[in-house]
């Protein structure tokens, strides 16, 4: 998931895993109807108050999340 850890900008995405179940302040809100792609549900997620332990940041340094996404869009690209 990408998140706002830092200033405006791109310099201010990090990525994280977090799991779920459990966690306090998550909830899945509403299934939300789409045009196509029936088969991947799409739901509202909110996170009110969840605090992220820094060990779930993903490549290990805070600002790089948005980076490490365009790293990989015009490979997705190709396959969506």
């Not at 179940?21 to 969840?50: I, M, N």
């Not at 490490?68 to 015009?74: H, K, P, T």
Request: charged content about 25%; proline content about 2%; aromatic content about 8%.
């Amino acid at each position: 998931m990408a998140v706002r850890t830092g200033e405006a900008g791109s310099r201010g995405v990090s990525l994280i895993v977090l799991k779920t179940e459990d966690l306090p302040g998550f909830r899945v809100g509403r299934r939300l109807e789409k045009l196509g792609q029936h088969a991947s549900d799409t739901a509202e997620l909110f996170f009110d108050g969840v605090r992220m332990p820094t060990e779930h940041l993903q490549g290990g340094k805070e600002g790089d999340g948005f980076v490490q996404l365009m790293s990989q869009l015009s490979y997705e690209r190709l396959f969506l």
